[in-house]
């Protein structure tokens, strides 16, 4: 079985750049979460995709994060404009439609915002 | 609102012997699971183990065991015969609602 793919895996930008990420789930999985991992901290849901729509959004700082699920398939991240605090990786993570199994989680995007 | 609460920032453990990862949890929920998830320097979020709040059984997978105390809303991780592959961070994850939210992670160090 095909695991979560990220791409890319590292970026560095300069603060103000735009910056997307992309994410395919694994084949079949309805939920689809993005993550923001800061160094030395545990995972912060940012966006919860149930096929195309938004299940959970209220940590994304919508002034600047954007994300879609085109399909119910892959999706994107979108920082624009990024800033220092921006820097941690970005995890996507995928789930069959019941919430009591298990999360599969690919090996995240590393930002660098300098 | 749910949280995840987890006290030991750093653990170490000498190679062979058993150490236990604390963790609480809060939610409104009465129908949730709770997992543990190890993630090594390569990033891969890897899950361990899984338990249901419904069942009162505490969940294992060979070396690996929960205390799942329902009331105290405790689900403490134990490692067993701890081998040198068990350094990692380990997040408690609770999935409550529509949410999956995990706690601040416990640095585990395995000593040979």
């Known amino acids: 079985e095909a695991g979560v793919a990220q791409s890319p895996r590292y970026k560095i930008i300069e603060k103000r750049q735009s910056v997307a990420f992309w994410c395919n789930p694994i084949s079949g999985h309805a939920t689809l979460y993005w993550y923001q991992q800061i160094l030395g901290q545990g995972p912060k849901l940012l966006i919860q995709f149930q096929n195309n729509g938004v299940v959970d959004d209220s940590q994304l700082p919508k002034d600047r994060f954007s994300a879609e699920r085109l399909k119910g398939v892959d999706s994107t991240l979108k920082i624009q404009p990024a800033k220092l605090e921006d820097s941690a990786v970005y995890l996507c993570a995928s789930s069959p439609w019941d919430r009591g199994s298990k999360a599969f989680f690919g090996q995240g995007t590393r930002l660098t915002v300098v | 609102a749910q949280t995840v609460t987890q006290s030991q920032p750093e653990m170490s453990v000498q190679e062979a012997e058993t150490v236990t990862l604390s963790c609480t949890y809060d939610?409104?929920?009465?129908?949730?699971?709770l997992f543990w998830y190890k993630q090594p320097p390569s990033r891969q979020m890897i899950l361990v183990i899984r338990q249901e709040a419904y069942k009162q059984q505490n969940a294992t997978e060979n070396r690996f065991s929960v205390n799942f105390q329902k009331a105290a809303k405790s689900f403490s991780l134990k490692i067993s015969d701890s081998q040198l592959g068990d350094a990692a961070m380990y997040f408690c994850?609770?999935?409550?609602?529509?949410?999956?939210?995990f706690g601040e992670g416990t640095q585990l160090t395995v000593n040979p």
């Open positions: 994850a609770l999935a409550s609602g529509s949410r999956l939210t």
């Open positions: 939610t409104s929920e009465s129908d949730y699971y």
